[in-house]
Every structure is written in structure tokens, then in C-alpha cells.
T-cell receptor, first 113, second 115 residues
Framework: DQQVKQNSPSLSVQEGRISILNCDYTNSMFDYFLWYKKYPAEGPTFLISISSIKDKNEDGRFTVFLNKSAKHLSLHIVPSQPGDSAVYFCAAVGQTGANNLFFGTGTRLTVIP | DTGVSQNPRHKITKRGQNVTFRCDPISEHNRLYWYRQTLGQGPEFLTYFQNEAQLEKSRLLSDRFSAERPKGSFSTLEIQRTEQGDSAMYLC?????????????FGSGTQLSVL
């Protein structure tokens, strides 16, 4: 039972344009959401997060939007750079912490120079 | 501080053999987590430790899987009588406390191939 879903396995974007990665979740008890970035042969690294009490969080080129009523979040990267090419995982967690951290299946972003 | 270290990076074994993976967390981190990632999926939680205490193991995939953290520092994950379905990336992560979810750091993983 996949509680966090990323329906787009891959995305290609031209350098300088906006990348939009989407994520849906089913469990209304999730109260914190994170995006991780993963390069080949490395573990996931934390990118940006958002609490369920907010609808937007911004960090430089990265912005995460949360729509609780739709159980949907998205990651916007603008402008996209070739170094952003990686697999991006959406994750959601309930109150108990990383033992209840649920990941999506990932979206492979390719930024074309 | 070199981050979370996992060894070996790759392990190839024959079905039925036992394998053991090691994880060295960031030194001041009390919490240590094991996840499994299969092809095309995101990481899936297996078990975790607070210092040397294993606080949850109900999501270990079967009784062939066991984990230890004997002195509250490094941890080992053992799979007995490996099966082809055990082929996956096994990720270790550590964090300072239970709620520092943004300070959860992952190692590079051990890629297991069961032939």
C-alpha cells in the first residue's frame, strides 16, 4: 500500500526553465513533508521540507507547495540547472519521526543544457 | 566527520548464504535507521535504534533479518538464508534525536545481489 506516490518516473527540462515535480499522499495523519535528492551511488540527501500548517516553503531556487485538501505537494525548481539532474524523492512523516517516514517512488529529473 | 559510512558498497552472494552489512553513523547521532530500497521504489523503513536499544523491529521483512547496535555506535544488519528477493540497496541513516527529521543523514548504501 503506497502511501506516498510520485506518478511521473521521469522529467526532462531545459536548463533555465522551471522543473515541477509532483507528489500525492493518502494518509491524512502525515504532518511533515520532505523532498530528498539522490545522485547515483549516493544516499538520499535532504533538500527542503514543509509542515502541514504551511502551504509554501521557499529556499533559494527550490519551493515546495502543499495542498492539504488535495493531499498533494509539488517541488518547483527555478531556474533549473544541469547539476539538478538527479532522482527526487518525496517523503511524508507522522508524529513519531523517521521510523514512520514514507517515501514515494521517485522522479528522475534530467536538466538538458 | 565523514558522514554515515556503510560497508561493503556491493555484495554478491549465492542464494542461501548469510550476509552482514555494517553501518557507522555520524558520531554524535543517537538514532540509527535501516531502510531497504528496491529497484523503482523509494526507501522502505526496516528498523531503528536509540543508542543500543532497538526500538522497532516489527517491519523487518522476515525473521531472516536481524540488526544489532551493541555499543550504541556502529550497527550491523544480517540476512540469513538469502533469497533472490532480498536483492536491493540497504541504506543506513542516522540523526541526533527522534524529531530532527531534517537532520536524517543517509549513507551511500550496500547494494546486495543474490544469485
Amino acid at each position: 500500500d503506497q502511501q506516498v506516490k510520485q506518478n511521473s518516473p521521469s522529467l526532462s527540462v531545459q536548463e533555465g526553465r522551471i522543473s515541477i515535480l509532483n507528489c500525492d499522499y493518502t494518509n491524512s495523519m502525515f504532518d511533515y513533508f520532505l523532498w530528498y535528492k539522490k545522485y547515483p551511488a549516493e544516499g538520499p540527501t535532504f533538500l527542503i521540507s514543509i509542515s502541514s500548517i504551511k502551504d509554501k516553503n521557499e529556499d533559494g531556487r527550490f519551493t515546495v507547495f502543499l495542498n492539504k485538501s488535495a493531499k498533494h505537494l509539488s517541488l518547483h525548481i527555478v531556474p533549473s540547472q544541469p547539476g539538478d539532474s538527479a532522482v527526487y524523492f518525496c517523503a511524508a512523516v507522522g508524529q513519531t519521526g523517521a521510523n514512520n517516514l514514507f517515501f514515494g517512488t521517485g522522479t528522475r529529473l534530467t536538466v538538458i543544457p | 566527520d565523514t558522514g554515515v559510512s556503510q560497508n561493503p558498497r556491493h555484495k554478491i552472494t549465492k542464494r542461501g548464504q548469510n550476509v552482514t552489512f555494517r553501518c557507522d553513523p555520524i558520531s554524535e547521532h543517537n538514532r540509527l535507521y535501516w531502510y531497504r530500497q528496491t529497484l523503482g521504489q523509494g526507501p522502505e523503513f526496516l528498523t531503528y535504534f536509540q543508542n543500543e536499544a532497538q526500538l522497532e523491529k516489527s517491519r523487518l521483512l522476515s525473521d531472516r533479518f536481524s540488526a544489532e547496535r551493541p555499543k550504541g555506535s556502529f550497527s550491523t544488519l544480517e540476512i540469513q538464508r538469502t533469497e533472490q528477493g532480498d536483492s536491493a540497496m540497504y541504506l543506513c541513516a542516522s540523526s541526533p534525536t527522534s524529531r530532527d527529521i531534517e537532520k536524517l543523514f543517509f549513507g551511500s548504501g550496500t547494494q546486495l545481489s543474490v544469485l
